[in-house]
């Protein structure tokens, strides 16, 4: 892998260089770079020299002066220019091991790689994390991190990662602790196996780290009917059971999740701090229903207008009570189509699982001017569903016009809209 130029940015330094997509970013004042880290930390000088191997395969250096942070305005095809540092657990949880066949090749990949997490939040298990990296992380003051910790007991966290390295998760975040290095901790929660007393002994080895844990987010294990190990699933009896564990330590979180199936409220915003764990579903419902109760609404609109809602079963209860303050405006009709998973089984309820056909299922006996989803059914920048189909099928086999909402944690873009129809 090397660095290579997915697009430049209007306007950018780069644009101003001639550099264009598909060009590779040899080094920078000589340095060769392995990621974006590399990358950002060699581009903080007024005075750099490029070596860019063009597409054509003709190489140039280029001499360029600029401010000490300013952005060259490139967007590389990878965070990561090198090798992906690769996933060696066999988790008995593991969501990518319980696919089918078929789907988008990315969703097949596993990676844990420090990197990842550091410039995209995703989550590592600390497993194949070497002394190499360790001292590169502490000479860069590199975090925070977000580490996939689900138990603190060695020989537990073995068993559920199937890796003897994974017992040393605890060593490796005191490490972090003595090194000043901040991480947020993600709990995947399995009855009978970190459940309970377990997760009452992983909480306080937490809390005995103070300040470099960040935030920790317990989510509730995900079982389809494609699985094939034997896990049970949170029912309700856990759910709250797991709310009261987590309510004696500070700056932890349930998922959105635990609340819907212990049928308690969502918490109020204070609840989640600064929703550090939005994207694992830790407070996503909270977000999206105090950024609605600040948007100023149109008094109506100049013709009959209905509106479907499709959503996931976790998503429902928000998306009544905003249904309930739209249908308050003058000539506008709402309805909450919840869809229902056949592809992966009832006990999967999050909106960026739904596929193609259990959407037009869902949609097929119901009327409405147009259907409203979140932009995380889609591949991200495309149409495409995580079943390998578009969009444009959706709307041909339902004969229904779609709003994809980008920001799924606000409606403000569905009511500009609306104004517009004022």
């Not at 101003?16 to 060009?23: P, V």
């Not at 000043?180 to 993600?186: E, L, V, Y």
């Amino acid at each position: 892998m090397s660095a290579i130029v997915n697009k430049v940015l209007e306007g950018s330094i780069a644009e101003e260089l001639g550099i264009e997509s598909g060009d590779e970013i040899v080094s920078i004042d000589e340095n060769k770079m392995q990621d974006m880290i590399d990358y950002n930390f060699f581009c903080k000088s007024d005075f750099l020299t490029l070596e860019v191997k063009k597409k054509s395969g003709d190489v140039e250096v280029i001499e360029l002066e600029k401010d000490y942070d300013e952005d060259l305005g490139i967007v590389f095809e990878s965070a990561v220019f090198d090798r992906v540092k690769p996933c060696l657990n066999k988790c008995i949880f593991c969501f990518v091991d319980q696919q089918p066949k078929g789907l988008r090749e990315t969703l097949y990949v596993k990676d844990d790689d420090y990197r990842l997490s550091y410039l995209q939040g995703t989550y590592i298990t600390l497993t194949n994390l070497t002394e190499k990296d360790k001292e590169r992380i502490k000479r860069m003051h590199l975090g925070p991190f977000y580490v996939s910790v689900h138990t603190t007991n060695p020989e537990l966290r073995s068993k559920m990662l199937r890796n003897p390295n994974a017992g040393n998760a605890l060593e490796n975040l005191k490490w972090f602790r003595k090194n000043k290095i901040p991480f947020h901790a993600q709990i995947v929660l399995c009855p009978g196996y970190n459940d309970g007393a377990e997760l009452e002994r992983t909480l306080s080895d937490l809390a005995e780290l103070k300040n470099t844990v960040l935030s920790v987010a317990i989510v509730p294990v995900g079982v389809t009917q494609f699985r094939t190990e034997n896990l049970k699933q949170v029912d309700k009896k856990c759910a709250l059971e797991t709310l009261e564990i987590a309510s004696k330590y500070k700056r932890v979180c349930c998922s959105d999740e635990f609340f819907l199936l212990a049928e308690r409220e969502i918490p109020p915003a204070k609840y989640y701090g600064n929703f550090s764990q939005l994207e694992d579903g830790v407070g996503s419902i909270r977000c999206l229903l105090e950024d609605f109760k600040a948007l100023k609404l149109p008094n109506a609109v100049k013709k009959p207008l209905k509106i479907l809602f499709a959503t996931s079963f976790a998503a429902k209860t928000a998306l009544d009570e905003i249904c309930k303050k739209l249908s308050k405006i003058k000539n506008l009709t709402t309805e909450v189509v919840p869809v229902k998973s056949n592809y992966w089984g009832q006990n999967i309820t999050v909106a960026g699982l739904i596929t193609t056909d259990d959407l037009i299922a869902a949609l097929k006996d119901k009327s409405g001017d147009f259907v409203v989803i979140p932009s995380v059914m889609l591949r991200p920048y495309s149409e495409d569903f995580l079943d390998g189909k578009t969009l444009s099928y959706v709307k041909e086999k339902t004969g229904k016009e779609f709003f994809v909402i980008q920001n799924i944690y606000s409606m403000r873009e569905l009511t500009e809209y609306l104004k517009s129809l004022s």
